[in-house]
């Protein structure tokens, strides 16, 4: 059974629909990824979630609560970290998260508890008495994930958590989120595709306020890449005809790589071919040096989902995706 | 009660914890100190309680402009900080919110009126008061300063910032005083209306000689609590906007 269910979810700001006709579920326990360009109706969609957003129509309900009628029992449910951490700039990392402990309903005597394992969670041990105004952005957003954390929320809702870090703050936020893997439900969002495909196990592909794919990198990749490139380097001579004689080859492209002395050989093909071209290369007595695809497949999946979208595009759409 | 007093703790803490709340009973306590020498005191000889009177319209005044500075803040700043995601994605109602950041104001205002006890204690010492009428003035020292403070907050919850909750706050007071002018020259029964609206005129007047009304004291708590419950409409109105 799906903890989170949500049924045709429309936004409505004015005439501009955020959010247009969404229908998704997430069971306990996956961790889900929203992807989409910047406006794409992402932040919109979680904060319906979050529950302190109303849908102009369609639902949404977690653990069978629904975010508009139920919405106290939703908000017990959820941890959230906006794309703006929720920091009080005055206050210090441990009074704040008491004071997130206790608007959380968090047992009074369960308080101390609870903010120990949140800071050991995040890393925040060492700045635990510094004002929140002082730190810096990645612990900003580390003190964020841990108000999210504080209440053991069952659904973890994440909005953008790796904007703005720097590289090793981001495979920091990287670690933290697959730690939270099988204890919670996550739900993030993000428009940096390498990210997405590293911490979930499936994706929502979001474009202009429309769910436009789901499932994960391998069935996106299944169902809306048709077509691939497949870059090999080579030493010595193969059978070109051989290689273009392969089924589903539609062409090859010969270069020869002046510094190395090899040969580099680009296929356009239908599907994934790799296996076949490395034996045909290594049969027709060519030294194989290296082989791969070409681009990233979600990368493709994604540009040509954008792309198809723009193409069916109604004349208010860039309005529409500016509320995202 | 346990979440109202829970957010009014923090945003009062919060008063203490910037230089906000200190500019404010700086400021305040000077210009009623000035106020007080200048125009309650005087060079003239006044009976005490005349003085004690004077001395309350003037820090009515205070008590007004203060309430607009320190509600101002209260939402638009959550907002402009990012901060109102917190209360949004908390199981708390609007209701909650609301009312706990009024009683952090309503508090600090209090803490304000308190130290300005000097002034009145002054004239107790080298005149002739009762108690009963320092304690009916500062009453209502607290009402005017409650309605602002409420009506303000009200604006802060629509306002984009600040500066417009804040000018927004000043604008409706300076409406609700003047409304006496208005029912001067209008016709019954806005006569009438207008009159009994207005914050200060009739209803301050008594609480400064010392006397407390008990329809004085519910008109302005009436007020205090439609404000509250304006904001709470708005802010839940809000929600459903995004």
Redesign the interface.
Known sequence: MSLIEVRGLSKFYGPYAAVRDVSFDIKEGEVVGLLGLNGAGKSTILKILGSFLLPSSGGASMAGFSVEDDSDRVRELIGYLPDRPPLYDEMRVVPYLRYVAKLKNVAPGKIDERIADVLRKTNLVEVAWQPLGELSHGFRQRVGIAQALIHNPRVIILDEPINGLDPVQIVEMRDLILSLRGKHTVILSSHILSEITRTCDRILIIDKGRLVAEGNEAELEKAFVTSMRVVAEIKGTCDMAALKGLSGVRRVIEAQSAASGTKILTVECDGDLRAVIAKTLITSGAELLEIGREGDGLETVFMNLVRASKDTTPSNGSSEAAHG | MD?TW??AS?ELA?FF??WMGYVIVAAALVIDGLLFNAFAVGNEPKLSAEVLADFFYFASGMSMVAGIFLAMRLMAEEKQ?????????????ERQVIYGKFLSALLFSMILQVASLYMPGLVMVHGKISVGHIAAGYLCLTLLGATTISLTLFVSTLAPNQLVAAVGGAFGTVILLTLWMLAKVVDQPFKDIFGWLSIHNDHFTPFSNGIVNLKDLMFYVGLVVFFLECATRALAGR????
Do not use: D, E, F, W
């Open positions: 979440k829970h957010i923090r919060a914890n910037t900080n990012g901060t109102i995601a917190l209360l949004y994605s908390s199981p708390v109602s929600r459903c906007q995004g």
